[in-house]
């Protein structure tokens, strides 16, 4: 609906994106995130100190021996959280702190338009320096020849998301009838609130628990949290999936694309109601 597009997909952790727009990979990039221990087998004594102070059980007793000791320290790469200790307090200096390379990210061609979108390894941190590279290149590419941007995030209000929000002229939130959405709604509201981005609120499978969303809808009103509309549970949105397309693009005249679509429209509208009262310059 949103034409012409760049796609961001933000939610790095766990990437979909390119299930629906089976995307044709134009550029790829290496994501170097935060630095690793590693242990060098010749220069370490097998004192301990590094297994003792490591608060994230990375450090074994099962590296190579090497003329001193039977067996040195070995850091499990996936259990290293890169805090450092053990490079500070080894006093034989045998461990390097390694910047890892721990995900690759691309610019795609889709049948939608562009997309820019990763692939982190799994237990990898840092995620939100990768999604502010994501969104980064995003803008680059929506700028040149005036796009729209549209960044798909992650739930909660984690690093990631803040990465995810910086700089938007709209946050879209979506949330689902559940007891947990009321808790949620309030604190992903009060990060945009606190980042001073304009937020409105779209409620998905609203009528799986019509009172819940009565709810949710009246705690929005009452935050001065405006309504872009209810999006009903509909099974062509899996089927759709299957098909790897939108269920705007698989059933047009299905209920649930219409609603999609006035959804569309209400944000429209919001945006160009923020422009005319702060034009861009
Ligand atoms: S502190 Fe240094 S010398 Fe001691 S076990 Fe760890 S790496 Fe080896
Ligand atoms: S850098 Fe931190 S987490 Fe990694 S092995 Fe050393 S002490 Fe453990």
């Known amino acids: 609906m949103a034409q012409p597009l760049v796609v961001v997909d933000c939610d790095v952790d766990a ?6 727009l089976d995307p044709r990979i134009q550029e790829r990039h290496v994501f170097v995130g935060g630095p690793k221990a590693r242990i060098k087998p010749g ?4 004192c301990g100190k590094c297994e003792e102070l490591c608060r994230f059980d990375a450090v074994y007793f099962d590296g190579p021996g090497n003329g001193r000791v039977p067996r040195t320290c070995r850091v499990d790469p996936v259990a290293c959280e890169g805090c450092g200790v053990c490079v500070r307090f080894c006093a034989e200096s045998a461990v390097e702190f390694i910047p890892a390379e721990t995900g690759r990210w691309f610019v795609s061609r889709t049948r939608v338009g562009l997309m820019v979108h990763a692939d982190l390894e799994p237990t990898a941190g840092n995620s939100g320096k990768l999604v502010q590279q994501l969104r980064q290149k995003g803008r680059e590419l929506a700028a040149r020849d005036g796009r729209w941007l549209l960044c798909d995030g992650s739930p909660g209000i984690g690093c990631p998301v803040i990465a995810s929000l910086t700089g938007a002229d709209l946050a879209l939130i979506v949330v689902e009838p559940t007891c947990s959405s009321l808790h949620d709604l309030e604190r992903v509201e009060d990060l945009c609130r606190h980042f001073g981005i304009d937020a409105v609120v779209a409620i998905n499978k609203w009528d799986i628990n019509p009172s819940l969303t009565e709810q949710i809808e009246s705690q929005a009103k009452a935050r001065h949290l405006p309504s872009a509309g209810r999006v009903r549970y509909d099974p062509s949105v899996s089927e759709a999936q299957n098909w790897r397309k939108s269920v705007v693009e698989y059933d047009p005249a299905a209920g649930v694309s ?4 006035s959804l569309w429209d209400t944000v429209q509208s919001r ?3 923020r422009q005319s009262a702060s034009p861009r310059p």
Do not use: G, I, K
């Not at 219409?258 to 679509?261: A, P, V």
């Open 258 to 261: 219409q609603d999609l679509r």
């Open 271 to 273: 945006l160009r109601q």
């Open 15 to 20: 990437s979909n994106l390119h299930l629906a």
């Open 43 to 46: 220069h370490c004594v097998a």
